[in-house]
């Protein structure tokens, strides 16, 4: 019987394929034709037919228009992949208005939870920018027995636009979701879309009062989405750094850090989180780290981290501390003993203990013997290591330019990082930059264009050489931030460059603006006439952009950051 059913089907599936073919064939010159083809396809007695008649219409642009009623039938469709295709190609065929969005909101009352889903998706992505009564229409979906559905509308709510904040009381009252799923997810589109304060804070505040679990931290985290946090609202978190849940204590550390407000009230919970070795251990640890020597009362407790069972903690904890500076002197034993028992982490160790500098003196037999090491990140990071404790940059060229050699972007990533570094010192390296660039630029490398210019930016004006490879790049790629920043940096003007660099800082994409203001800040006071512009990246809806705006404006000005380690560093060792 089994046997027979599935020889059924396959023969189905060939009469199917060659219905497709003979109508094709026949439709060849015509996208007119092909499209009434798959329109009658639609009526064939067998379902993998119509599914595929069904999806394929939704490719034919304009000329599927045509389709539109026979896809509005295909919606009442017995088979619901038929159903799924149609609302699909409706939503990707983009009918108008008027005809398209009835049909997917009649879609959003499928029996069938995978079509509704479909509709949400199409509804949003076909139709923006919504208006506010069809806004509200899907936040009826909000009561949808399916939470795969409900999910689906939280998110898409997200991607409304502003007409999405008429959908801001409906997903308040979603926190009272019986999935816990759909409760976080109200939070994370609230964060992502960033509405009014006066629209977005109570929410956030009844999820921290009245929930419970991951809602309440998440809840906490999402007030650092937000940019510019005032000092009455930075308090309030102050008072959850008590608060019985350590994620919710993690939270409100992590976020009162972001704020940049009141910055040292957060750093005992942050040590008692360390020191409680539990889930937001070694993210605290992390945070204490990005503080830098501001928070180098914590140097006990991230010492002892040292030892913990949680491996994520140890090497978050040593990160930590390298950037401590001349406080964490006396735990460089124990660092070193981490380093043997972290074969997985040890790159990451090694550039820690580089960042302790000469502090880190005795541990330089393990940084020689690690310059043996198969993994280029590893060899990287003890070339750092080796330069930051002994200041020699000759011996350790050549390692580096071996693994600059690399087919693996990400292992190039951390030996030009390590070159940069080094400044003028690494001079004789510019040839192997130059041809690595060139190459990565015929190959559309992009991973590796910002590491390699800013190794060469870095050296000044003894970078001379690599002019000719980074006007090259230039003329093939006339707005790359990165090579604007590094002819600048060696001609030791910003002159035309100045001007891409700026238009960047407005760039759609966040990375963008992450990259612009990386780069000005390099460039540091040379480029103080951006510091305006990067003032505006302190209201960046990416949390990431804010923070490397907030430390390119203090290179900008000419002043000094608490640690070793600063947002692009972090970036290109990663």
């Known amino acids: 019987m089994w046997r027979g059913s599935r020889k059924n089907t396959y023969c189905a599936w060939i009469a199917a394929l060659m219905a497709v073919v003979s109508l094709g064939a026949q439709a060849q010159q015509d996208p007119a034709k092909r499209v009434k083809a798959l329109i009658q396809q639609l009526n064939s007695p067998d379902a993998a037919t119509r599914r595929h008649a069904a999806g394929a219409l939704g490719g034919w642009g304009d000329a599927g228009l045509a389709a539109i009623p ?22 990707r065929l983009q009918p108008d208005r008027q005809t398209g969005i009835p049909l997917l909101q009649g879609a959003l009352t499928d029996p069938d939870a995978r079509v509704r889903e479909n509709a ?19 936040a009826e979906c909000l009561k949808d027995p399916a939470v795969e559905v409900r999910r689906r509308a939280v998110e898409m709510l997200g991607k409304c636009g502003e007409a999405g904040i008429a959908a801001i009381p409906a997903l308040a009252d979603a926190l009272d979701d019986e999935d816990e799923r759909v409760r976080v997810c109200v939070i994370e589109t609230i964060g992502r879309t960033q509405p009014d304060r006066k629209l977005a804070f109570p929410v956030l505040e009844r999820a921290v009062v009245h929930g419970e679990g991951r809602v309440r931290w998440e809840a906490i985290y999402c007030y650092s989405r937000f940019p510019q946090l005032e000092e009455p609202m930075v308090l309030r978190l102050a008072e959850y750094l008590k608060d019985r849940d350590p994620m919710v204590r993690a939270a409100a550390a992590t976020t009162i850090v972001e704020a940049g407000l009141n910055r040292t009230a957060a750093i005992p919970a942050l040590i008692e989180l360390v020191e409680l070795d539990e889930e937001p251990s070694s993210y605290a640890a992390l945070v204490l780290g990005r503080m830098g020597t501001e928070a180098k009362e914590a140097v006990k407790a991230l010492h002892g981290a040292l030892k913990s069972p ?9 990160e930590a501390l390298g950037c401590m500076g001349a406080a964490a002197k006396d735990t460089v034993p124990d660092l070193i003993a981490t380093l043997e028992i972290e074969e997985d982490f040890n790159h990451r160790l090694l550039f820690a203990l580089g960042d302790l500098g000469e502090f880190a ?13 198969d993994d280029p990140k590893v060899v990287a990071a003890a070339c750092y290591a080796l330069f930051r404790i002994e200041g020699d940059a000759q011996p350790l060229i050549p390692l ?18 390590v070159l940069g570094v080094m400044g003028p010192k690494a001079k004789p390296a510019l040839p192997a930059l130059s041809e690595a660039l060139l190459k990565v630029l015929e190959s559309r490398g992009f991973r590796s264009w910002h590491e390699f210019a800013w190794a060469m930016g870095r050296m000044g004006p003894e970078g001379a050489d690599a002019l000719p490879a980074l006007r090259k790049g230039l003329e093939k790629y006339p707005q ?16 035309e460059h100045l001007a891409p660099i700026l238009a960047a800082l407005k760039a759609e994409s966040w990375s963008q603006r992450l990259i612009a203001a990386a780069a000005l800040g390099e460039l540091g006071p040379m480029a103080e006439a951006a510091i305006p512009e990067v003032e505006k990246l ?27 380690v600063d947002e692009v560093a972090r970036q290109l060792r990663r």
């Open 120 to 138: 949400l998706i199409w509804l949003v992505f076909g139709f923006r920018p919504l208006t506010k009564q069809e806004v509200l229409h899907i």
């Open 538 to 564: 302190l209201d960046d809806p990416v949390g990431n952009v804010r923070l490397m705006a907030a430390e390119a404006l203090v290179k900008l000005r000419g002043e000094e950051l608490p640690g070793p």
């Open 361 to 373: 003196g005795e541990a330089v037999p393990k940084l020689r013997a690690a310059l043996n090491n």
């Open 480 to 495: 790359n931030v990165a090579m604007h920043a590094a002819v600048a940096a060696i001609e030791g003007r910003m002159g």
């Open 310 to 318: 949680n491996k994520r903690l140890r090497v978050s904890a040593a």
């Open 70 to 91: 026979a896809l509005a039938n295909a919606l009442k469709d017995q088979d619901v992949q038929v159903r799924m295709s149609a609302v699909e190609s409706i939503g």
């Open 400 to 417: 580096l330019l071996e693994g600059l050699g690399a087919n693996d972007p990400g292992k190039r990533r951390r030996p030009a990082y």
